[in-house]
Nanobody, 123 residues
Framework: QVQLVESGGGSVQAGGSLRLSCAAPEYPYTRMGWFRQAPGKEREGVAAISTSDGSTYYSESVKGRFTISRDSAKNMLYVEMNSLKPEDTAMYFC??????????????????WGQGTQVTVSS
């Protein structure tokens, strides 16, 4: 059973920063990413990283503000979130998968998920 565990969520004011962490057991993932879901909205892909070559992917809404990274030695995934906006408020989920095809932003191509950590940005 692969269990991902997120940490680092919290409440910040607009313009602030947070870093989310995800502990992911060693496994031959091909992709790892962060998704978020706000109340009443669908889950959306925020950022992802390829485990083979380290390529990164970002949604347009966070590009330039969020940075995804991975420490394979520690089995950790991170996302540094800067210049946070109220619209970034959501539950953030860590995800990992073994798919070699499919959009990085499509949750169907991820096999393992964390329980989520709440991020709240106030104006």
């Amino acid at each position: 059973q692969v269990q991902l565990v997120e940490s680092g969520g919290g409440s910040v004011q607009a313009g602030g920063s947070l870093r989310l962490s995800c502990a992911a057991p060693e496994y031959p993932y091909t992709r790892m990413g962060w998704f978020r879901q706000a109340p009443g909205k669908e889950r959306e892909g925020v950022a992802a990283i390829s485990t083979s070559d380290g390529s990164t992917y970002y949604s347009e809404s966070v590009k330039g503000r969020f940075t995804i990274s991975r420490d394979s030695a520690k089995n950790m995934l991170y996302v540094e979130m800067n210049s946070l906006k109220p619209e970034d408020t959501a539950m953030y989920f860590c995800a990992a998968g073994t798919a070699v095809v499919g959009s990085w932003a499509d949750s169907r191509y991820y096999d393992y998920w964390g329980q989520g950590t709440q991020v709240t940005v106030s104006s």
